[in-house]
């Protein structure tokens, strides 16, 4: 059984979020928009989400491309998997310590 995308609302992007992305749209749709997190111009053909501010949800950094916003969650990830490694002793090559 495949499971559906919850609706924006159900996964934290009310009605204020909708609004806000709305009013990004229209200059984004006429390639005005530099990238929150690159700088780069965002074209009017690209993805793009509305990119909060790194550690706090409640603000808006502004659009952003997609692969730009998305990535910086991926990065966020596999740092935390990387600090809960532990440390492992490499094996020796030969039978003794010389």
């Not at 002793?89 to 010389?98: A, H, L, Y």
Request: glycine share 8%.
């Amino acid at each position: 059984m495949s499971r559906a995308k919850a609706k924006t609302a159900a996964r934290g992007y009310g009605a204020q979020h909708q609004r806000l992305r709305r009013r990004w749209a229209r200059e984004v749709k006429e390639g005005l928009v530099n990238c929150a997190r690159c700088g780069d111009v965002i074209y009017p053909y690209e993805a793009w989400d509305l990119g909060h501010v790194d550690g706090d949800k409640s603000r808006y950094a502004g659009p952003e491309h997609r692969h730009c916003n998305r990535q910086t969650a991926t990065h966020k990830a596999k740092r935390r998997r990387r600090v809960q490694v532990a440390w492992v002793e490499p094996r020796r090559s030969t039978s003794r310590d010389w």
